[in-house]
């Protein structure tokens, strides 16, 4: 079984251009997560989906940012314009549920780099 | 503001020797997780703590979980070149299903 796919896996761009990473989470997993790793640092959470609802997009910068499920399947997360400390590592997971001690399976990540 | 936060950030070690690491909060955790995460991978689950006391072994790898589940620890016993990496505590907080909030991190480094 095909885990949680992202792509693309690097991005290099110029500060203020847009940018977007998708990602495919297991098929089942109905919750799905955005994170935001700094290098040798924890993931960050950004926002989470239940189904195509997102239930905590509390740590999500909206002025900037933007995301998505569709269907309550495959989502995207955008950036629009892009800034130089959006250099990181984003992570996108799902699980089965949201109940807690739920195993979340991740994807390799983006790698993006603002020049 | 829940942080779970983890000592030490950087340990380098010789093949063979035992380390511990720890994750601390203030906060009670309904659950609390550990991943490894290697160079340009996603983090992966090791084990999920649930019960104050709770302790689990994953061959070399022993995990505990306070009694309190506010804090938990991880040892590696005759560590191995190939447990180098990224070793992530992650919390449930309390009545809110889904959430989980990461340590900053141990990146350990096993040498030959």
């Known amino acids: 079984e095909a885990g949680v796919v992202q792509s693309p896996r690097y991005k290099i761009i110029e500060k203020k251009q847009p940018v977007a990473f998708w990602c495919n989470p297991i098929?089942?997993?109905?919750?799905l997560y955005w994170y935001r790793q700094n290098l040798g640092q924890g993931p960050e959470l950004l926002i989470r989906?239940?189904?195509?609802?997102?239930?905590?997009d509390s740590q999500l910068p909206k002025d900037r940012f933007s995301a998505e499920r569709l269907k309550g399947v495959d989502s995207t997360l955008k950036i629009q314009p892009a800034e130089l400390g959006d250099s990181a590592v984003y992570l996108c997971?799902?699980?089965?549920?949201?109940?807690?001690?739920?195993?979340?399976?991740f994807g390799q990540g983006t790698r993006l780099t603002v020049v | 503001t829940q942080l779970l936060k983890q000592s030490p950030q950087f340990l380098s070690i010789q093949e063979g020797e035992n380390l511990t690491v720890y994750c601390n909060s203030s906060?009670?955790?309904?659950?609390l997780q550990w991943y490894r995460q290697e160079p340009g991978e996603g983090p992966v689950l090791l084990v999920t703590?649930?019960?104050?006391?709770e302790v689990k072994k994953l061959k070399r790898l022993t995990f505990q979980f306070g009694d309190a589940r506010k804090d938990s620890s991880l040892h590696i016993t005759a560590a191995q070149t190939g447990d180098t990496g990224l070793y992530l505590c992650?919390?449930?907080?309390?009545?809110?299903?889904?959430?989980?909030?990461f340590g900053q991190g141990t990146t350990l480094q096993v040498k030959p």
């Open positions: 906060s009670v955790f309904s659950s």
């Open positions: 989906y239940e189904n195509e609802e997102a239930v905590d």
């Open positions: 098929s089942g997993h109905n919750t």
């Open positions: 703590v649930v019960t104050g006391g």
């Open positions: 992650a919390g449930a907080p309390l009545g809110n299903t889904g959430k989980l909030i």
């Open positions: 997971a799902s699980s089965l549920s949201g109940a807690a001690g739920t195993e979340a399976f």
